[in-house]
């Protein structure tokens, strides 16, 4: 009897969620297997993060470890009351409950504000951040209440010019502004935790930028060699880039001619089961990965028809 290749996804995606699900305490029964986001992850070919990711009304929430979206979310005041059940958090640590899972904060910018917060063994951060607009119903509500009753006795100002509720607020002018807490990834988007952190090769160490555009560095090589390893940045946030490995004996005058008028063929051009990815900061070398090919969203990294002016890095020199 032979299986056909969807009966051998569905054995090995079995496989892999009970593996998962035993390590992490879960029993196999029909209500763990209906509500598994895992497992439903597992069949449509996608496999688990590295690391558990956080939860969000206690569903695995894979989006904001690997997404480039805002989310609204619901969060509570910040407290290390709960330090000893949040993920990666020592006791005495300040935590927040987002979406009813506790983060860990990393650092407190304006309190009851803004927040920077982790989770778990990810080495990435989140801005968790107070946002408020004016609600003109609300408002407008208000303004006609008074109006119809100008005999009530309704006062929601304080004496510093306004009153600060859970999820509003009025001001001198008596509009309503309502709060929600948005939360925002910082640096680079975690895709590549679907495959492993490894140690950097030896060359690595020695990489220049080849050519640079508005972003800064593009293309990285070897210096003084005409040919060698290559690597083309396909993110940046902030300082944070991210490089993928084009190949290993490169001629640089070719790549450097082809990183912006031939991106997308550069990026399809890669060859092997396993993609390397690298994140710098600036010049310092945060981390590598391999990345199985077939689960890097290429076509995602597209820029577009933007006119970049390239320069390569010995320009100028005389």
Not at 11 to 22: D, K, L, S
Not at 174 to 189: D, I, K
Request: hydrophobic share 35%; with cysteine.
């Amino acid at each position: 009897m032979s299986f056909s290749d969807r009966e051998k996804q569905l054995i090995r995606a079995a496989f892999a969620w009970g593996q998962i699900t035993q390590k992490e305490g879960y029993t196999l029964s029909d209500l763990e297997i209906e509500k598994s986001v895992l497992f439903r992850r597992l069949l449509a070919g996608r496999p688990p993060l590295a690391f558990p990711p956080p939860l969000r009304h206690g569903f695995p929430w894979y989006e904001v470890i690997e997404g480039r979206s805002e989310h609204v979310v619901n969060a509570s005041e910040a407290s290390p009351e709960h330090s000893i059940i949040a993920p990666g958090s020592k006791p005495g640590d300040t935590c927040i409950l987002i979406d009813g899972a506790f983060w860990r904060v990393a650092e407190t910018l304006r309190e009851r504000e803004e927040y920077l917060v982790e989770w778990g063994e990810y080495p990435m951060q989140w801005r968790l951040q107070k946002h408020w607009e004016v609600n003109y119903e609300m408002t407008q509500q208000l303004h006609s209440f008074r109006q119809e009753n100008p005999e009530a006795n309704v006062n929601l100002a304080s004496r510093n010019g306004q009153r600060e509720y859970s999820e509003f607020r009025v001001d001198d002018d008596q509009t309503v502004w309502l709060s929600e807490w948005h939360l925002t990834r910082l640096g680079l988007p975690g895709w590549v935790w679907v495959g492993y952190e490894v140690d950097a090769e030896p060359s690595v160490h020695s990489l220049v930028s080849l050519c640079q555009d508005q972003l800064g560095p593009l293309v990285l090589g070897v210096t003084g060699a005409e040919r060698g390893p290559g690597w083309l940045r396909i993110e940046q946030v902030g300082a944070e880039a991210r490089y993928i490995k084009l190949g290993d004996e490169l001629e640089y005058k070719t790549l450097i001619a082809s990183a912006m008028t031939e991106f997308e063929r550069l990026l399809h051009g890669i060859a092997g089961d396993d993609l390397e990815v690298m994140d710098r900061r600036d010049s310092e070398l945060l981390r590598c990965y391999r990345v199985p090919m077939q689960l890097a969203p290429l076509e995602q990294f597209d820029l577009g028809d933007v006119n970049y002016d390239l320069v390569p890095e010995n320009a100028y020199a005389g």
